[in-house]
């Protein structure tokens, strides 16, 4: 026996194609949407453990800023304590200047001269006088500036000379007055060049302040 299906096959077909087209798409669809819902809850998730860091930095940079400040105050009050600590110093080692100046004008000041006036201006040193001879001024002058441990520089400021009266008024003297003017060595100065010039051994050397006080 023969059987003839009647009925529209081919529409019913279509339907179902149609049908499973549209469920396909809604289960894709569906899944998109449950990527991207997957997608933006793992974004909000970095972006709050972001924010949580990026707060936690702002702490810490807050707290060592303040930190920063302090020891900058510190470092401020430390250098303001070592001002005041070299004034102090200088001041106590200023207050011998006047004994070892007048020493050591007086070891190299030579027979047949004689000093008038002396002035110190800081480190600076103006002395006056009267030299029998300009030779006399020219010794004093080599003597301050390579043979003294405090003087040094020595510039003659003027010299010029004057007729004294004597008992022959034939052959009167001549005598020169002179101006003169020095540079006072520190005491540090001559610290600085001892330290380095003394033997590795430690042997001891004398200072020229203890003896310069002595004398």
């Excluded at 002396?118 to 029998?132: L, N, P, T, Y």
């Excluded at 010794?139 to 400021?157: C, I």
Aim: hydrophobic share 40%; charged share 25%.
């Amino acid at each position: 026996m023969i059987l003839i299906n009647l009925l529209p096959h081919r529409e019913e077909k279509r339907r179902l194609r149609k049908q499973a087209f549209f469920i396909g798409l809604g289960l894709s669809a569906a899944a998109g949407v449950v990527l991207i819902a997957l997608g933006y809850m793992v974004q909000q998730q970095m972006i709050s453990s972001q924010t949580e860091r990026n707060e936690f930095l702002h702490a810490e940079i807050v707290k060592l800023e303040d930190q920063i400040k302090d020891v900058s105050s510190l470092k401020a009050e430390i250098e303001s304590l070592k001002a005041r600590q070299k004034s102090v110093e200088d001041l106590q080692t200023d207050r011998n200047m006047p004994v070892y100046l007048l020493n050591e004008l007086v070891r190299q000041t030579p027979e047949g001269m004689y000093l008038t006036s002396i002035k110190q201006d800081g480190q600076a040193v103006f002395v006056s006088g009267v030299a029998q001879t300009n030779e006399r001024v020219s010794e004093f002058l080599r003597n301050t500036a390579y043979k003294s441990e405090w003087l040094e520089r020595p510039e003659l400021q003027e010299i010029k000379a004057r007729a004294q009266q004597s008992k022959d008024a034939r052959d009167p003297k001549r005598l020169f007055d002179f101006s003169i003017r020095l540079s006072l060595k520190r005491p540090q100065e001559l610290a600085a060049p001892n330290a380095a010039s003394a033997p590795a051994k430690g042997a001891s050397r004398p200072n020229p302040a203890a003896s310069a006080a002595k004398s």
